[in-house]
C-alpha cells in the first residue's frame, strides 16, 4: 500500500481590517472608513481649526475670451445638490460645498478673471509647436494674477477642447501642459484647477464632478479634508521618487530626487526636490550615492521640524519604487542619527501574482479578492491586495472600484526596520486612504509614493530648482 501524496498547503493569509478615517468633530467617535460618508457625517478635519482655511474661499478664473460666466456657472453649480449616476454603491448625494465643508466659496470677482486671447484657437492651429504656444499664453495669464495675489485662493483654468494639439508636446518632446503650469503656478505659490470641457463642465455624474471638484478645492485653499485615525503621531513617511529634466545642463540634468513628508495628521505634507549629479545607473533605474541620500533625507527631516517645533520623529518610513542599495540604506541612517526605528520599504507593482476568492470548493466568487489581503513569502516580503473587494464602504455589500480584471497584489520588500510585516501592511494599507486628489475610498499606492511621482512629473517641466520646499497642493 503506498502512501498518498500529502496536499500542497501555503501559508496562512491575513485580510486586514479597513482602515479608519478622522474628521471633524471633536468626538473620538469622529470615524469613517468612507471619506465621503465621513466628510458627511463629521465635516472636514480642519473644521474649526484655529486659521485653518479662508473663508469664503475665493476662487480666480483663466477662460477663454468669452466663456468666464462658464465657470462662474460652475461655481453656482458646486453649491447646489446632486444625487448620482454612477457608483451608486459607494457615491453618496453632493448636498453642495457649504454643507460638505463648512465653509462658503465663490469667484473672487472680475479683478481676477483673465481671458485669453480671442485668436488663441487659430494661433494654436498655424503654430509649429501648438504647445509652446499655448503654454506661453497661460504662463502670461497667471503673470497678471500675480498683480491680484491678495485677492484670491485657488485659480480656475478653463481649457478648450479646441486646443488639444497643445496639451502635450511632439515626439520626442515629453512637454506635459498640465505639469508645466503646476510647475511655473508652485514658484509663485498660486493653487491652480484645471477644468476640462469633456469632464468638469459636460460629464454626465455631476455628483462625481462635484465631489471632486469640492475636496479638490477645499485642500488647495488649505483645508485638511481627513487625516489617517490609530496611527502612531510619531512616525514621519516619506516618499522617494526620481525625474529626468530634458534641455537642461548636464549637472543638473539628472536625476532629481524627490521626496514627500507627512504625518499621520498631514502636517508637513511637502515636496522636496533635490537636483543630484554622478548618479548611478542600474538597467533604466537610478540609484543615490550615500551623502546624495543623506542630503535628501535630511532636507526631508527639516520639513518634518519646521512643522513640529523642531522634534524629531521617533519613526521614518521611508518607500521607494525600487530597491535600497547598500550605499542608499547608509545614506538614510546618517541623516536620522537619533530616530531608533527607520523603516525602508521597497513598494513593487509588478509582482506577477494575482489572487482568486473560492469560497467553496469549485465555486469562485463574483469578485475579486478582499482588499487588505496580506500574504507573507518570507521575513522581511509580504504581498498586500491593495485593490479588491471592500464591503467596507458599501453597506457590508460588495464593492469593488475598479469594476473588472483580477486586481495584482503589491510586494513588500523590507530592507531595514523591525516589527511584524503584518503591522507594515496595514500601515501601507492606511496610506492608500490619504490621497485628497479624488473621490474614491482608495488607490493602489501609498500616498507617498503617489504625491512623489507627481512631484517627479512637474520637476520635469521645471526650467530651475529652487531650494525650497513645495505644499502638496500646489502641485495637485
Given at each position: 500500500?503506498?502512501?498518498?501524496p500529502?496536499?500542497?498547503?501555503?501559508?496562512g493569509?491575513a485580510?486586514l481590517?479597513?482602515?479608519?478615517?478622522?474628521?471633524?468633530?471633536?468626538?473620538?467617535?469622529a470615524?469613517?472608513?468612507?471619506?465621503?460618508?465621513g466628510?458627511?457625517?463629521?465635516?472636514p478635519?480642519?473644521r474649526?481649526?484655529?486659521?485653518?482655511i479662508?473663508?469664503?474661499?475665493?476662487?480666480?478664473?483663466?477662460a477663454?475670451?468669452?466663456?468666464?460666466?462658464?465657470?462662474?456657472?460652475?461655481?453656482?453649480?458646486?453649491?447646489?445638490?446632486?444625487?448620482?449616476?454612477?457608483?451608486r454603491?459607494y457615491?453618496?448625494?453632493?448636498?453642495?460645498f457649504?454643507?460638505?465643508?463648512?465653509v462658503n466659496m465663490?469667484?473672487?470677482g472680475?479683478?481676477?478673471?483673465?481671458?485669453?486671447?480671442?485668436?488663441?484657437t487659430?494661433?494654436i492651429?498655424?503654430?509649429?509647436?501648438p504647445?509652446l504656444?499655448?503654454?506661453e499664453?497661460?504662463?502670461?495669464?497667471?503673470?497678471?494674477?500675480?498683480?491680484?495675489r491678495?485677492?484670491?485662493?485657488?485659480?480656475y483654468?478653463?481649457l478648450?477642447k479646441?486646443?488639444?494639439?497643445g496639451?502635450?508636446?511632439?515626439d520626442?518632446?515629453?512637454?506635459n501642459?498640465?505639469?508645466?503650469?503646476?510647475a511655473?503656478?508652485?514658484?509663485?505659490g498660486i493653487p491652480?484647477q484645471?477644468?476640462?470641457?469633456?469632464?468638469?463642465l459636460?460629464?454626465?455624474c455631476?455628483a462625481?464632478?462635484m465631489?471632486?471638484?469640492g475636496?479638490?478645492l477645499?485642500?488647495?485653499a488649505?483645508?485638511v479634508?481627513?487625516?489617517l485615525?490609530?496611527i502612531?503621531p510619531?512616525t514621519?513617511?516619506i516618499?522617494?521618487?526620481?525625474?529626468?529634466r530634458?534641455?537642461?545642463?548636464?549637472?543638473?540634468?539628472?536625476a532629481?530626487?524627490c521626496?514627500?513628508v507627512?504625518?499621520a495628521?498631514?502636517s508637513?505634507?511637502?515636496?522636496?526636490?533635490?537636483?543630484a549629479?554622478?548618479?548611478?545607473?542600474?538597467?533604466?533605474n537610478?540609484?543615490?550615492?550615500?551623502?546624495?541620500?543623506m542630503?535628501v533625507?535630511?532636507?526631508s527631516?527639516?520639513?518634518?521640524?519646521?512643522?513640529?517645533?523642531?522634534?524629531?520623529?521617533s519613526r521614518i518610513?521611508?518607500h521607494?519604487?525600487?530597491?535600497?542599495?547598500?550605499?542608499?540604506?547608509?545614506g538614510?541612517f546618517?541623516?536620522?542619527?537619533?530616530?531608533?526605528?527607520?523603516e525602508?520599504v521597497h513598494?513593487?507593482q509588478?509582482s506577477g501574482?494575482?489572487?482568486v476568492?473560492?469560497?467553496?470548493p469549485?465555486?469562485?466568487n463574483?469578485?475579486?479578492?478582499l482588499r487588505?489581503?496580506?500574504f507573507?513569502?518570507g521575513?522581511?516580503t509580504?504581498?498586500l491586495?491593495?485593490q479588491?473587494?471592500?464591503p467596507?464602504?458599501?453597506?457590508?455589500?460588495?464593492?469593488?472600484?475598479?469594476?473588472?480584471?483580477?486586481?495584482e497584489?503589491l510586494?513588500?520588500n523590507?530592507?531595514?526596520?523591525?516589527?511584524a510585516m503584518?503591522?507594515?501592511?496595514?500601515?501601507?494599507?492606511?496610506?492608500?486612504?490619504?490621497?485628497?486628489?479624488?473621490?474614491?475610498?482608495?488607490?493602489r499606492?501609498p500616498?507617498t509614493?503617489n504625491?512623489?511621482g507627481s512631484l517627479?512629473?512637474?520637476?520635469?517641466q521645471?526650467?530651475?530648482?529652487?531650494?525650497?520646499?513645495?505644499?502638496?497642493?500646489l502641485?495637485?
Open positions: 500500500m503506498t502512501e498518498s500529502q496536499p500542497f498547503h501555503l501559508p493569509y485580510v481590517q479597513e482602515q479608519e478615517l478622522r474628521f471633524g468633530a471633536e468626538d473620538s467617535k470615524v469613517d472608513p468612507h471619506p465621503l460618508q466628510l458627511l457625517r463629521f465635516g478635519y480642519s474649526d481649526k484655529l486659521a485653518a479662508a473663508d469664503p474661499i475665493r476662487v480666480a478664473i483663466i477663454p475670451a468669452g466663456q468666464v460666466e462658464r465657470v462662474n456657472d460652475l461655481l453656482r453649480e458646486l453649491q447646489q445638490s446632486h444625487q448620482p449616476r454612477e457608483r454603491q457615491l453618496p448625494g453632493f448636498p453642495g457649504s454643507k460638505v465643508f463648512h465663490g469667484p473672487a472680475p479683478q481676477a478673471n483673465v481671458e485669453l486671447p480671442a485668436d488663441l487659430e494661433q492651429r498655424r503654430a509649429e509647436k504647445h504656444k499655448l503654454a499664453a497661460l504662463q502670461h495669464a497667471l503673470r497678471a494674477l500675480r498683480h491680484q491678495d485677492a484670491f485662493d485657488v485659480v483654468i478653463l478648450d479646441a486646443w488639444e494639439p496639451f502635450f508636446g511632439g520626442g518632446d515629453d512637454f501642459l498640465h505639469d508645466y503650469v503646476k511655473i503656478a508652485a514658484f509663485d491652480t484645471f477644468l476640462n470641457e469633456d469632464r468638469s459636460a460629464y454626465h455631476r462625481s464632478v465631489w471632486r471638484l475636496i479638490a477645499y485642500t488647495k488649505g483645508g479634508p481627513w487625516v485615525a490609530n502612531d510619531g514621519a513617511y516618499g522617494i521618487d526620481y525625474a529626468l530634458p534641455n537642461t545642463d548636464a549637472d543638473s540634468k539628472f532629481i530626487c521626496s514627500q507627512f504625518d495628521e498631514g508637513g505634507l511637502e515636496f522636496v526636490a533635490y537636483e549629479s554622478g548618479v548611478r545607473m542600474f538597467g533604466k537610478p540609484f543615490l550615492h550615500r551623502d546624495q541620500m542630503k533625507m535630511a532636507r527631516l527639516a520639513v518634518y521640524q519646521r512643522k513640529h517645533n523642531g522634534a524629531v520623529p518610513v521611508v521607494k519604487n525600487t530597491e535600497f542599495k547598500p550605499y542608499e540604506i547608509d538614510v546618517d541623516a536620522f542619527p537619533n530616530t531608533d526605528n527607520i525602508l513598494v513593487q509588478n501574482w494575482r489572487g476568492y473560492i469560497p467553496k469549485q465555486q469562485p463574483g469578485y475579486p479578492c487588505g489581503s496580506a507573507q513569502l521575513q522581511h509580504s504581498l491586495w491593495t479588491g473587494d471592500l467596507a464602504v458599501a453597506n457590508g455589500k460588495s464593492y469593488f472600484k475598479e469594476g473588472k480584471g483580477t486586481p497584489p510586494i513588500l523590507r530592507y531595514a526596520g523591525r516589527g503584518d503591522d507594515l501592511c496595514k500601515e501601507t494599507l492606511a496610506l492608500t486612504k490619504m490621497d485628497w486628489n479624488n473621490d474614491g475610498p482608495y488607490d499606492m500616498v509614493l504625491f512623489a517627479a512629473s512637474v520637476v520635469k521645471m526650467p530651475k530648482l529652487e531650494p525650497h520646499s513645495y505644499p502638496v497642493r502641485l495637485m
